[in-house]
């Protein structure tokens, strides 16, 4: 059986849409040699359906609630990187149970953001005003997303390469 510590991610991401959990995320699995899962993609494996039918069809509480239990169950089951979906850490218990992880905030412009998300997004929070609704999420996570990071990696006009050597020179 695997003590706690060795279940540990390796790293967990948070971070606004657009500040490249995703691909951050798999480059630095690959070069740690671990796994990599998205919370997102486990909330819609437990729903049967995209994130954005979740909130459309079942309601942003609803869609909190599979994201919180999706966290924790990934938090206690996988060792490699995790990512989390941007709103993830809206919840308490959820940035409780992050104090004992190595969290990395991969902060983001807005500009650059827009132009990695698109305008023409299907996220749900982001359909009406997109550029003006990322604006003020992400003012108002970036407190928290700064508050829970072990390491903040700037990605703006980055190279993916560079963004995950910097990470794993800061968990190190």
Partial sequence: MQSAEQRRPAAVLIGPPGSGKTTIGTLLAGHLGVGFRDTDADVEAVAGKPVSDVFVEDGEARFRELEAAAVRAALEEHDGVLSLGG????????????????????????DQAVRRVGLASARPLLVLNPRSQLRKLMEERRPIYERLAKVIVVTDEREPADIVAEIVKGLA
């Fill in 87 to 110: 709103g993830a850490i809206l919840d308490e218990s959820t940035q409780e149970a992050l104090a004992a992880h190595q969290v990395v905030y991969l902060q983001v412009k807005l």
